[in-house]
């Protein structure tokens, strides 16, 4: 199931032929990806949980990352044997018991059509085995946990602007805000629903170390959704996170953001 998923989430394109190592100076780097789960919601809908959180939360974890930006692919025995012997997924709910209120917290599934300890599984397929801890998820999670719940990196507050249903932010204003706050750029990541382009994610890019602790600027500010409309209608609909009435999204609301 596991595998299935980790196919699932990354194009055949990225899914190389050739074995590419951990130990590669190609691997230049960690993306850290925030989302947030209000417009995570507005695109999937009813696969949404509920409540939803009211703060960005981990989406990819430490993503292993070459220079050009590309992520290295996930671990896989024939194809990318990345790391010797890396820990399997289905080992890790054991080692993950001393973090798991940070990791419900911070680091949740939001698609109710998957579980938490799936989406930690997941994650660690696609990233973690290939990262610079391949034996312990323990330290490869709670090095991401202790990043995303650092204040100085937290969107809501370096963005430079609060969530709104009535403006539409231009993406070069946040880029140029996280800036200011943090001194490198990071890379938004947009979606689009109903036409809308919304924010999704906020990306930074910490140099490759252990634990990763120094930003580095992102080689490319926006990703490819941000970057398929027009420049000048690059701007991106920050959602207020969303009540719920009696236990069920209001929609009406998410329809006004």
């Known amino acids: 199931m596991v595998m299935k998923l980790v196919l699932l989430a990354f194009p055949a394109a990225v899914l190389w032929s050739s074995v590419v190592s951990a130990q590669s100076p190609d691997f230049a780097y960690y993306n850290l990806s925030l ?5 995570f919601c507005i695109s999937a809908a009813k696969n949404c949980v509920r409540p ?3 703060i960005f939360t981990i989406s990819n974890g430490l993503c292993p990352t070459l220079q050009n930006g590309t992520a290295l692919p996930p671990y896989d025995p024939v194809d990318n044997n990345c ?3 890396p820990a399997a997924p289905g080992d890790m709910a054991k080692a993950l018991k001393p973090i798991q209120r940070r990791l419900q917290k911070t680091w949740p599934s939001l698609s109710n059509g998957a579980t938490n300890q ?3 599984e997941v994650v660690w397929a696609n990233q973690g085995m290939c990262s610079d801890y391949p ?5 490869y999670f709670t090095s991401a946990l202790n990043l995303a719940e650092n204040s100085k990196y937290d969107p809501l507050k370096v963005l430079g602007v609060q969530p709104s249903s009535t403006t539409a932010y231009a993406i070069s204003t946040l880029l140029n805000n996280v800036k200011k706050k943090v001194g490198f750029y990071p890379q938004i990541s947009c979606s689009i629903s109903s036409n809308k382009l919304y924010l999704r994610e906020v990306r930074f890019c910490f140099k490759r170390a252990k634990p990763p602790t120094q930003l580095q600027d992102c080689p490319t500010t926006m990703d490819y959704v941000c970057n398929s409309v027009p420049t000048a209608q690059q701007n ?3 959602p207020p996170a969303t ?3 009696s236990g069920h999204v209001s929609w009406d609301l998410l329809a006004s953001a």
């Open 118 to 120: 799936l989406f930690w």
């Open 52 to 54: 939803i959180p009211k």
């Open 35 to 39: 989302i947030w789960p209000a417009s």
């Open 243 to 245: 009540a719920t009435i």
């Open 83 to 85: 790391n010797y012997s």
């Open 236 to 238: 991106v609909i920050f």
């Open 135 to 139: 034996q312990d998820p323990l330290v």
